[in-house]
């Protein structure tokens, strides 16, 4: 039988998105957050739900479901076997344990088997202010096995201290840190949020030529006195449709 049209399309001008995150009913994290902005920047778009939740876990009860890394195996099997494993980019946000986050490895290398141009934006989603919540030994893997293989790269400041392993107290700190991350892998690398005393701000630095000095910037963010969810999942998503649609943003 003949694989189905959709099979044999090409991506669009923008690109085909397999993004594996988390999802909620109610709110707006992970996938929820991430889909529609890519798809409103013309991006094909395919969501892995890594959990599904029927709440983000900050409210003090949480039901749903976690996809294990054999489930994950199955849905890229069927993909596979319908020829419709082709994509530009992959995106990878929560991720809660090591054996799921070592089959994301194994669906990067099947990817770009197929596709040796793609690229793989990383938000490492392990913590926040301080503090994990994730289970510590994910961190290890991140370091050791995804930073390698990552394209892009966007952790917030506690997440860049656990990867390049010191405490980020100063912007230069954090150009350092950006610095040990190239050297890691990826080739383009945002610290998508810093606290420095009183201001807030955004770390970006490309490496266009290995081994030489990456084009590096700041951006200072003005702080909102409220907390929000879901929002680093959106500048990743962001990351990723506008620096292919307009690349000049991170060049």
Not at 16 to 21: D, G, K
Not at 56 to 69: A, I
Not at 161 to 166: D, I, R, V
Not at 244 to 249: A, D, E, H, R
Request: glycine fraction near 8%; include cysteine.
């Amino acid at each position: 039988m003949a694989p189905p049209i959709l099979s044999l399309a090409l991506p669009s001008e923008t690109g085909r998105v397999l993004s594996i995150q988390s999802h909620t009913v109610q709110g707006y994290v992970g996938n929820k957050s991430a889909v529609f902005p890519l798809q409103l920047l013309g991006y094909d778009v395919d969501p892995i739900n890594s959990v599904q939740f029927s709440n983000h876990t900050g409210y003090p009860t949480f039901k749903g479901q976690v996809l294990d890394g054999q489930q994950l195996c199955d849905l890229i099997e069927g993909l596979e076997a319908n020829n419709l494993l082709y994509y530009t980019h992959l995106l990878t946000g929560y991720i809660g344990s090591v054996s799921f986050l070592n089959t994301v490895l194994q669906v990067v290398d099947k990817l770009r088997t197929i596709n040796p141009k793609l690229t793989y934006v990383c938000d490492p989603v392990m913590g926040d202010e301080g503090k994990l919540y994730v289970p510590p030994e994910l961190v290890s893997v991140y370091r050791e096995k995804v930073v390698p293989v990552a394209s892009m790269l966007t952790p917030n400041q506690f997440e860049a201290e656990q990867l390049a392993g010191f405490k980020i107290d100063s912007e230069s700190a954090g150009l350092e840190a950006c610095n040990i991350l190239h050297a890691a892998g990826p080739s383009k690398v945002v610290i998508t949020s810093m606290h420095i005393g009183d201001n807030l701000c955004l770390i970006g630095s490309h490496q266009k030529v290995k081994g030489q000095p990456p084009e590096q910037f700041k951006i200072v963010i003005p702080k909102i006195p409220a907390y929000f969810t879901g929002t680093g999942d959106l500048m990743t998503a962001l990351l990723l449709g506008w620096s292919n649609v307009s690349p000049i943003l991170l060049v």
